[in-house]
């Protein structure tokens, strides 16, 4: 059974400062998902990640793969307020699975002035 | 843009009623899954569906069933609801290609007194 766990789970930052939430799954898989949810509303695709040692980069965030040590990592370069959300990762065992996705407990990010 | 639309943003039924959320998605997608929302669990699946007609139960099918008639709707049945199924839904497609991020609707704030 695959689990998918993030931490922190909460992440108070300064604006400015650079801080990385870790996802680590527990069994071979060869995709990994970020999203983001601002409060209310739905999850919003971030990165989608395909192979080991995928990096992708978006503004002040960078998601990468490592599938040797099943970890994932969201990179937060110099904060800004509207980075204030909940993030999540998700991974899928990929086959015949269907794209169904696992999803970490989400890490709650509040960036102060 | 893909849009996954589910009926109702907010819904309070009564213990025993039986409850059904509806949920539309307009690109044609095979996969369709139904997620439920707590706090500091994630989402955990319930069901999904990788076809008209076709469904598997997730890691929480208890108290749930589904139903696709067609390929754009998927609804998500609860036969007598209870209140530890107060919570967020949240309704996703995807195509059958592998790869591709699930799309998310809205969500539905269950509330079950």
């Known amino acids: 059974e695959l689990k998918v766990e993030q931490n922190p789970l909460f992440l108070s930052m300064q604006e400015g400062k650079n801080y990385t939430i870790y996802c680590n799954y527990s069994?071979?898989?060869?995709?990994l998902y970020w999203y983001r949810q601002d409060p209310g509303k739905s999850l919003e695709s971030l990165f989608v990640?395909?192979?080991?040692?995928a990096v992708k980069q978006e503004g002040r965030l960078m998601a990468s793969l490592d599938t040797k040590a099943r970890l994932s990592t969201l990179h937060i370069t110099a904060a800004v307020h509207d980075l204030s959300a909940t993030y999540f990762c998700a991974s899928s065992s990929g086959g015949t699975s269907y794209g169904k996705l696992t999803f970490g407990q989400g890490t709650i990010l509040t960036v102060h002035p | 843009d893909v849009k996954v639309t589910q009926s109702s943003r907010y819904l309070v039924k009564r213990t025993g009623e039986k409850v059904f959320l509806e949920c539309v998605q307009d690109m044609d997608h095979e996969n369709m899954f139904w997620y439920r929302q707590d706090p500091g669990l994630g989402l955990r699946l319930i069901y999904f569906?990788?076809?008209?007609?076709?469904?598997e139960k997730g890691d929480i099918p208890e108290g749930y069933s589904v139903s696709r008639e067609k390929k754009e709707r998927f609804s998500l049945i609860l036969e007598s609801a209870s209140t530890n199924q107060t919570s967020m839904y949240l309704c996703a497609s995807s195509p059958a290609l592998g790869g591709s991020p699930l799309h998310f609707g809205n969500g539905t704030r269950l509330t079950v007194t």
């Open positions: 569906s990788y076809d008209v007609k076709m469904k």
């Open positions: 990640l395909l192979s080991n040692g």
């Open positions: 069994t071979t898989s060869d995709r």
